[in-house]
């Protein structure tokens, strides 16, 4: 039994039924009854190659594993990869686009690595945000079409000190684009 609102008391199956009921005649409730919640892919770039000039993210262990334990908790299936090339993010989020998610209620990406405006870095190099994600559009991903495609970047800052007090931009490259919904 739980107290509702005006203190009238609904077993369980009243609150599950009413809830469903109510659930299923709103049509901006999106439908969350498939057998599973879905993947989320955790991308943690942690030590990058000296010739992209960025330095390690220190911490981002920690920001890892808290993301994997809460998309858990949450019913996912996460696979955490870390120290990613760009030619191995590629081919990871086209991989995971390629999958069968028919079965799926939504995806979830997690990136935590450099980046700028628009663009990721791979401990190798940088790609824009546009280009890792287009595998994920419907004309490339058919099971997640009209079904949640959630992308979370955490990116630390390409300011790095050089000295006390003096600071230096790490930037290899630069994107404009503007971000689109897949």
Known sequence: LENTENGICKTTEEMDWN???????DPYRYKMDYP?????????????HQKTGMGTR???????????NTFKKLGYKV??????????????????????HKKNASFVCVMLSHGDEGVIYGTDGCEKFDTLVQCFKGNHCKGLVGKPK??????????????????????????ATVGSWI
């Open 19 to 25: 809830s469903s009921k109510s659930e299923a005649s």
């Open 36 to 48: 599973c919640i879905g993947t989320c892919v955790v991308i943690n770039n942690k030590n990058f």
């Open 58 to 68: 220190n911490g981002t262990d920690v920001d890892a594993a808290s993301v994997a």
């Open 79 to 100: 696979k955490i990869l870390n120290d990613q090339t760009v030619a191995q993010m590629k081919k990871l989020l086209l991989d995971a686009s390629k999958e069968d």
């Open 150 to 175: 959630l992308f979370f970047i955490q990116v630390s800052s390409l300011w790095q000190s050089t000295a006390p007090g003096s600071y230096r931009r790490c930037v290899r490259c630069w994107s």
